[in-house]
């Protein structure tokens, strides 16, 4: 486990004072893939250079398996950073080295043998799928293949952990998803613990098991990612989850849908296969409530559906009330996001 307690890291420069990461607390499981998310300046890569001490932080603690990193003398520390890899968005492959050295280098300056490494190398080529491509030099590969180098010379040591910093922000969102696919498909054969940084929700939604969302330093939500999807709570993680609603209601819309009874726009959050239950049609005929769909969508996150539906619910007060516990029961999240008075009644004289 890896966990950041009370993680600070004030920047000096000459005369200006840059506090990076106020406070941050986090604790990533064994195994699972953590995303940190957050706009250019949040304090991502900061985070991340700390996770390996590439960066110390100013107060706090970084701990790996209970060890606290910053109680370590350099040569144990070395050791714990053999077993972290890092992958970049730039690569940084070098150039005069071919496929294979780029891999075999770091295992060379580990005096591993030459025929453990020609082993090594050959079974990480193929894991990454570019047993072919050995001989060639980094100048002859698209950025898809130079960053599956990056991943096979990461994987070198074999480490418990990967550090991901930016690794597809460089590439195209076809050759995105390949190197997606194959983060999660060494994340389940080597049990490898994942932290990646990125600016993409997509990125997020795709592979990750649980999100940090930051801002100016500080880590305003985390959790797992059905979670934040389904219920995103502060105004940075409404936009990056693209929960845009409060632009999509219109006043338009809303003197549209104002009739003689008070009404409700509900935003409900179906998980799982609950994403395609008829629960809308099963609370108009039992609770003799009116409701329309004003938006929706369906997304996948790591293969698991999650929908969601913006209704608008109108009725008798009380069957409405009744109506919205129902829903509760039945529907993941469900949030009142606006109420909707019914029109005045005219008074006859
Ligand atoms: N070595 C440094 N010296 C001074 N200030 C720094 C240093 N490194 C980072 N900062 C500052 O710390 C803040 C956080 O930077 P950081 O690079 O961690 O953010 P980020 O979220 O990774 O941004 P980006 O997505 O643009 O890479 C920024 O204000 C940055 O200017």
Redesign the pocket.
């Known amino acids: 486990m890896i966990e950041l307690k009370n993680i600070s890291?004030t920047?000096?420069?000459r005369k200006?004072k840059?506090?990076?990461?106020k406070n941050i607390n986090i604790e990533i499981n064994e195994g699972e893939i953590f995303g940190i998310i957050?706009?250019?300046?949040?304090?991502?890569?900061?985070?991340?250079?700390i996770i390996n001490l590439l960066?110390e932080p100013t107060s706090g603690e970084v701990s790996i398996n209970g060890r606290n990193l910053l109680t370590l003398k350099e040569r144990e520390l070395r050791n714990v950073r053999k077993k972290i890899g890092i992958i970049f968005q730039q690569f940084h492959l070098l150039s005069s080295y071919n496929v294979f050295d780029n891999v075999a280098e770091i295992l060379r300056m580990n005096g591993v043998s030459k025929q453990e490494i020609n082993k090594k190398v050959k079974d990480l080529l193929l894991l990454v799928g570019l047993e072919d491509k050995a001989n060639q030099y980094p100048a002859n590969l698209s950025g898809g293949q130079k960053q599956r180098v990056g991943i096979a010379r990461a994987l070198a040591m074999d480490p418990d952990i990967l550090l991901c910093d930016?690794a597809t922000s460089a590439l195209d969102p076809k050759t995105t998803d390949s190197i997606l696919k194959l983060l999660l498909d060494i994340n389940k054969k080597l049990g490898l613990t994942i932290v990646l940084?990125t600016?993409e929700m997509d990125v997020i939604k795709k592979v990750c098991d649980r999100v940090a969302v930051?801002e100016k330093?500080e880590i305003v939500e985390q959790g797992t990612v059905l979670d934040i999807f389904s219920n995103p709570v502060q105004e940075t993680t409404n936009h990056f989850v693209g929960n845009v609603y409060e632009n999509m209601i219109t006043e338009e819309m809303l003197s549209a849908l104002r009739g003689d009874d008070p009404s409700y726009i509900l935003r409900l959050a179906f998980r799982g296969d609950s994403a395609l239950d008829p629960v809308l049609s099963e609370v108009a005929s039992s609770y003799s409530v009116t409701s329309n769909i004003v938006h929706g969508s369906i997304t996948y996150l790591k293969g698991t559906p999650l929908g969601i539906l913006f209704v608008h619910l109108s009725g008798d007060a009380d069957k409405l009330k009744q109506a919205i516990s129902y829903l509760e029961e039945k529907v993941y999240r469900v949030e009142v996001i606006r109420e909707i008075s019914g029109k005045p009644k005219e008074v006859l004289v």
Not at 18 to 21: E, M, Q, R, T
């Open positions: 890291k920047f000096h420069d200006t840059v506090d990076a990461l957050g706009f250019s300046g949040a304090g991502k890569s900061t985070l991340l250079r960066e930016e940084i600016h930051m330093g």
